[in-house]
């Protein structure tokens, strides 16, 4: 496909665009760099993006360069130091002061004497105490025919630094003789990135576009004063090649897990609920007919928030202590206890989305439903394998007219096959606010163990009087992060959420089916056309707290 070059001009950033003039058949970043004036981290950030988008290729070199250190650069200026003092004794001998000068500094001289003697051509003596160096003929021959070596390389380069592989065995082996000399010179490797304009970039630069009236960016005070009208700004570039990214984005396995829960919900009808996640005891505890010296309500088992909230209108509270206290006109005698507002009032993270439940049954009154909920709630738990301190359960009720605990036992039956889970049984439990009330339990067929999936009941009258609901209510609470596990194959809910869970299990696992088994179950009729899921999410505990 053609590149359109406007649409691709358009899109420049401005640091390319500052770059685009000094782009060559073929240059380096460090021309760049001083051609454009912009920070070697500018050109390479614009490159890069040249890259990208096919307009320029870089290819970096590396070459050894011979570079001159601090004596060096007096050597290539004024000679070697060994070389001078031999010229300087050509009239005659000379004491160190008299060789002594500013570009011959006297640590020089000094080192030089090992060198000249080494080679034969001066002596060194002691006169009147002084130093005094006098030329030997082998000197006096180097000087006057120009026959040392070291010195022949300064004569022949001139400037530095040259690059070591353009030199012939002779001139390296000086080089390597001169490095080892304090601070002379020294062999560096060099990285230099070679920017070759490629036939996108040629046909970009020969466009000789315009960019004068492309603004950058929108800001406020052009909309404000309308003068964003009429320019053209820069364009994103959708469709610059970028390097593939390995991993995409996955929604967590618990999350899908909820939304699976959710799916099935919604497929049999139920409608869905919402509610706080900070409650008042009211509607958490006092609701439902769970008495106030309930162990729940203990700091061991609920986050207090450590304030109060509103309680809600004054009928209903009056209702609701009446059948605390006396069991109201439900036909119980209540617990026989005072009732204290003040307990209602204090707030907490809920305990249980049965607090929603309530909410809505309160607000729908006697009529028939469906409802169901997938709820973040919090206990007060040592966190450990199978206990998290927040989790999420997915709450569910049916409200209606000839309900049965088959009803209940059915729809249970229903939900689970759903999710492919069929080995269920029963068991009996207790609820402050159901009776009766009912687990169920699931058989893991790999570690030939019973779990408890579900905690349910018909709820009390006691718990309903107060919202004049003469119906009756199946409900129930499950662990949706115990469905989550058993989606998932895992048993250790660290394994599932939280900080130990494997990146790449989340990044790369396959997302479990929702109707892994559509209703295989003989489930009654009616369950079919009337039942609520739902699920006790204490996913955490082998044995459902029947206390909430
Ligand atoms: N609230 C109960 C729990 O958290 C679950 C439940 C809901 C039980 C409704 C019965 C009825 O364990």
């Given at each position: 496909m053609a590149v359109d070059i406007q649409e691709m001009a358009n899109s420049l950033s401005l640091l390319e665009r500052k770059l685009l003039p000094y782009l060559k058949e073929e240059t380096t970043v460090q021309e760049l760099v001083s051609s454009s004036g912009l920070q070697e981290v500018e050109v390479n950030r614009a490159l890069m993006w040249f890259r990208n988008r096919e307009i320029v290729s870089t290819e970096i070199v590396e070459k050894e360069l011979v570079v001159l250190s601090e004596n060096g650069e007096l050597a290539s200026q004024f000679g070697l130091p060994e070389f001078r003092i031999l010229t300087a004794l050509l009239n005659g001998p000379k004491t160190l002061s008299q060789l002594e000068s500013d570009s011959l500094p006297r640590p020089e001289i000094m080192a030089s004497i090992g060198v000249l003697k080494s080679k034969q051509s001066a002596t060194v003596s002691r006169v009147n105490n002084n130093i005094q160096l006098e030329l030997l003929p082998a000197g006096k021959i180097l000087v006057e025919n120009n026959l040392y070596e070291p010195q022949q390389f300064f004569n022949n380069h001139k400037s530095f630094p040259i690059e070591f592989h353009s030199l012939d065995e002779k001139e390296r082996s000086i080089v390597k003789e001169l490095s080892r000399r304090k601070n002379m010179l020294k062999v560096e490797i060099q990285k230099t990135t070679i920017v070759r304009l490629q036939p996108l970039g040629n046909q970009l630069i020969s466009a000789n576009i315009d960019f004068s009236n492309l603004e950058e960016q929108l800001s406020d005070t052009m909309l404000k004063n309308g003068s964003w009208k009429g320019k053209t700004f820069r364009t994103y570039d959708v469709k610059s090649p970028v390097p593939p990214l390995g991993l995409r984005g996955r929604r967590h396995p618990a999350r899908e897990a909820n939304n699976i829960i959710r799916d099935i919900y919604l497929k049999m009808g139920f409608q869905e609920m919402e509610g706080p996640w900070v409650e008042t005891c009211f509607w958490c505890m006092d609701s439902m007919w769970i008495p106030q010296d309930h162990p729940a309500r203990d700091v061991q088992d609920t986050f207090f928030i450590g304030q109060n909230g509103d309680l809600p209108n004054p009928e209903l509270v009056e209702k609701v202590k009446a059948v605390h206290e006396t069991g109201g006109d439900s036909g119980s005698t209540g617990y026989q206890k005072p009732w204290d507002p003040e307990l209602a009032k204090q707030l907490v993270l809920r305990t249980h989305s049965t607090a929603t439940s309530f909410r809505y049954l309160n607000k729908i009154g006697n009529v028939d439903g469906k409802y169901f909920y997938v709820a973040n709630i919090f206990r007060n738990e040592a966190v450990d394998a199978t206990h998290l301190a927040e989790f999420v359960q997915a709450e569910g009720f049916v409200i209606g007219d000839n309900l049965t605990l088959s009803d209940l036992m059915g729809f249970i039956r229903e939900f689970y096959a759903r999710l492919g889970i069929t080995k269920i049984r029963f068991k009996p439990t207790y609820n402050?606010?159901?009776?009766?009330s009912l687990e169920a339990h699931y058989y893991d067929e790999q570690k030939k163990k019973w779990y408890a999936l579900i905690n349910s009941g018909i709820f009390r009258p006691e718990s309903l009087a107060p919202y004049g609901i003469k119906k009756t209510v199946i409900a129930w609470g499950m662990g949706a992060s115990r469905v989550a596990a058993i989606l998932n194959n895992k048993n250790n809910l660290r394994e599932l959420v939280g900080p130990t869970v494997s990146f790449d299990w989340i990044a790369n696992h396959k997302t479990p089916t929702s109707d892994l088994s559509e209703t295989k179950n003989n489930v009654s009729e009616k369950l079919n056309e009337s039942i609520v899921d739902g699920v006790q999410t204490n996913e955490n505990k082998s044995n459902f707290r029947g206390d909430l």
């Amino acid at each position: 496909m053609a590149v359109d070059i406007q649409e691709m001009a358009n899109s420049l950033s401005l640091l390319e665009r500052k770059l685009l003039p000094y782009l060559k058949e073929e240059t380096t970043v460090q021309e760049l760099v001083s051609s454009s004036g912009l920070q070697e981290v500018e050109v390479n950030r614009a490159l890069m993006w040249f890259r990208n988008r096919e307009i320029v290729s870089t290819e970096i070199v590396e070459k050894e360069l011979v570079v001159l250190s601090e004596n060096g650069e007096l050597a290539s200026q004024f000679g070697l130091p060994e070389f001078r003092i031999l010229t300087a004794l050509l009239n005659g001998p000379k004491t160190l002061s008299q060789l002594e000068s500013d570009s011959l500094p006297r640590p020089e001289i000094m080192a030089s004497i090992g060198v000249l003697k080494s080679k034969q051509s001066a002596t060194v003596s002691r006169v009147n105490n002084n130093i005094q160096l006098e030329l030997l003929p082998a000197g006096k021959i180097l000087v006057e025919n120009n026959l040392y070596e070291p010195q022949q390389f300064f004569n022949n380069h001139k400037s530095f630094p040259i690059e070591f592989h353009s030199l012939d065995e002779k001139e390296r082996s000086i080089v390597k003789e001169l490095s080892r000399r304090k601070n002379m010179l020294k062999v560096e490797i060099q990285k230099t990135t070679i920017v070759r304009l490629q036939p996108l970039g040629n046909q970009l630069i020969s466009a000789n576009i315009d960019f004068s009236n492309l603004e950058e960016q929108l800001s406020d005070t052009m909309l404000k004063n309308g003068s964003w009208k009429g320019k053209t700004f820069r364009t994103y570039d959708v469709k610059s090649p970028v390097p593939p990214l390995g991993l995409r984005g996955r929604r967590h396995p618990a999350r899908e897990a909820n939304n699976i829960i959710r799916d099935i919900y919604l497929k049999m009808g139920f409608q869905e609920m919402e509610g706080p996640w900070v409650e008042t005891c009211f509607w958490c505890m006092d609701s439902m007919w769970i008495p106030q010296d309930h162990p729940a309500r203990d700091v061991q088992d609920t986050f207090f928030i450590g304030q109060n909230g509103d309680l809600p209108n004054p009928e209903l509270v009056e209702k609701v202590k009446a059948v605390h206290e006396t069991g109201g006109d439900s036909g119980s005698t209540g617990y026989q206890k005072p009732w204290d507002p003040e307990l209602a009032k204090q707030l907490v993270l809920r305990t249980h989305s049965t607090a929603t439940s309530f909410r809505y049954l309160n607000k729908i009154g006697n009529v028939d439903g469906k409802y169901f909920y997938v709820a973040n709630i919090f206990r007060n738990e040592a966190v450990d394998a199978t206990h998290l301190a927040e989790f999420v359960q997915a709450e569910g009720f049916v409200i209606g007219d000839n309900l049965t605990l088959s009803d209940l036992m059915g729809f249970i039956r229903e939900f689970y096959a759903r999710l492919g889970i069929t080995k269920i049984r029963f068991k009996p439990t207790y609820n402050p606010y159901t009776e009766p009330s009912l687990e169920a339990h699931y058989y893991d067929e790999q570690k030939k163990k019973w779990y408890a999936l579900i905690n349910s009941g018909i709820f009390r009258p006691e718990s309903l009087a107060p919202y004049g609901i003469k119906k009756t209510v199946i409900a129930w609470g499950m662990g949706a992060s115990r469905v989550a596990a058993i989606l998932n194959n895992k048993n250790n809910l660290r394994e599932l959420v939280g900080p130990t869970v494997s990146f790449d299990w989340i990044a790369n696992h396959k997302t479990p089916t929702s109707d892994l088994s559509e209703t295989k179950n003989n489930v009654s009729e009616k369950l079919n056309e009337s039942i609520v899921d739902g699920v006790q999410t204490n996913e955490n505990k082998s044995n459902f707290r029947g206390d909430l």
